[in-house]
């Protein structure tokens, strides 16, 4: 059984900083890609970032250039460096692992986590 698991969110000022991570454990083969999305309340999830097994990344325009997005494919785990945060960016942070095997011959499917809360509030 595959298991996504977040940490890192928190309360945190405007212009602070915060590091989401995501570890994805159990029988997995592969990860096409995992990334990050959120949802504030009221509001549908929106993508935030994501990163391939190449190192190719995508990220939303409203958090490019604040935002990081790294992964370590030895660990099945991605991190998510948010610098510059704005109340805005205030949501529940979603771990997601696209096209995720777990085995060879094993369809690919689409994975999420739990949800950590980022709350950027003075």
């Known amino acids: 059984q595959v298991q996504l698991v977040e940490s890192g969110g928190g309360l945190v000022q405007p212009g602070g900083s915060l590091r989401l991570s995501c570890a994805a454990s159990g029988s997995i083969f592969s990860i096409y890609a995992m990334g990050w999305y959120r949802q504030a309340p009221g509001k549908q999830r929106e993508f935030v970032a994501a990163i391939t097994s190449g190192g190719s990344t995508n990220y939303a325009y409203s958090v490019k250039g604040r935002f990081t997005i790294s992964r370590d494919n030895a660990k099945n785990t991605v991190y998510l460096q948010m610098n510059s945060l704005k109340p805005e960016d205030t949501a529940v942070y979603y771990c997601?692992?696209?096209?995720?095997?777990?085995?060879?011959?094993?369809?690919?499917?689409?994975?999420w986590g739990q949800g950590t809360q980022v709350t950027v509030s003075s």
């Open positions: 997601n692992a696209d096209g995720l095997r777990v085995g060879v011959s094993a369809a690919p499917r689409d994975y």
